[in-house]
Every structure is written in structure tokens, then in C-alpha cells.
């Protein structure tokens, strides 16, 4: 087992989102991470890296070229990256070529501050999974874990999906 730290990196979506004004719209707030892992007692090293705090919706290929750059140049080979769930397939896409590394992309359908959300199930399954996984690209979300080349997110359904390539 390695004993480099699991390098997680934030780049914002629902799971950091928290209410904005008066008129309940979200924005991208301060991340939630390092608190969920610390009261999860979590005792496996990590760090975190605050890359970006955006909607996914407004991530961009600039966007996506600097994670790849950030995630390729991290020393350890275990990275989990917080994402929103609109374009976190993109993002998987844009790092398949890293290699030697094993990459899990997470988040959450309700923002990690309200008490009903998946934010700290996926967030979990995302830290076991990039520790058991071989070097590739993967997304954790709804309890399971997918290639990032063979999913898609169901809206309708509320939920990511498995499908071929």
C-alpha cells in the first residue's frame, strides 16, 4: 500500500454549494471536504488542493486543460477530484491520458451542508475506491463505482448509469 497522502482536489459543483441570498439561489461556496473527512475520523493521509470553486456548468477546456496539468504533475499517485455532476464525464475525458495514477471523480446531487445529501457517501466511496482501484479514470456516485469512459449522468432518474463503449 502506498503510503503517499490521497491528494483530493476541489473544483466546486452542488457538493460545495450553500445558499446565497435571501432569495435561496446557490453558489459555489467554501469547500465542505476537509470537514467531512476530519468527522469521519478519516486516519489515511490526504491533503487538499482548492483548485476551483465553479458550477460545473461554467468549468471550460482551459478549466479542464489546468486539472489535467494539476492532477499530472501531483506526486501521489492516488487523486480524488470533487466535481459538479452536469460535466464531470468531460472531465473524466480530459484525464484518460494521465498516467500511472488513479483518478476518482465525486459529488453530490444536494449540497454537502444539508443534512439529506450524498455528498459524504460519495465523497467516501471515492477515498476507498481510488485506494483499491489499478491507474485509470473512474466516477463514484449512487453507491457504485464506473469507468469514466462508460457512464452517463440520467437526469430523469436522478442518477449516473452505466453504459458501453
Known amino acids: 500500500m502506498s503510503t503517499q497522502p490521497i491528494i483530493i482536489v476541489t473544483t466546486g459543483g452542488t457538493i460545495d454549494k450553500a445558499y446565497f441570498d435571501a432569495l435561496s439561489t446557490y453558489q459555489v461556496g467554501e469547500t465542505m471536504v476537509a470537514h467531512m473527512l476530519k468527522e469521519a475520523r478519516v486516519a489515511c493521509p490526504w491533503q487538499l488542493v482548492d483548485l476551483f470553486r465553479k458550477d460545473s ?12 496539468q494539476t492532477v499530472a504533475a501531483l506526486e501521489s ?5 470533487t466535481h459538479g455532476t452536469d460535466t464531470m464525464i468531460e472531465s473524466a475525458n480530459a484525464l484518460v491520458d494521465v498516467a500511472s495514477k488513479t483518478i476518482v471523480l465525486t459529488g453530490a446531487l444536494a449540497p454537502a451542508r444539508f443534512s439529506e445529501s450524498d ?5 467516501g466511496m471515492a477515498f476507498a475506491a481510488v485506494q483499491c482501484l489499478p491507474p485509470g479514470v473512474y466516477i463514484t456516485m449512487n453507491g457504485q463505482v ?4 462508460q457512464v452517463r449522468k440520467d437526469r430523469e432518474q436522478g442518477k449516473f448509469v452505466s453504459v458501453t463503449s
Open 119 to 123: 455528498a459524504t457517501f460519495n465523497l
Open 77 to 81: 499517485d492516488r487523486v480524488v477530484i
Open 146 to 149: 464506473f469507468r469514466g469512459d
Open 57 to 68: 456548468l461554467e468549468l471550460t477546456d482551459d478549466d479542464r486543460a489546468t486539472l489535467r
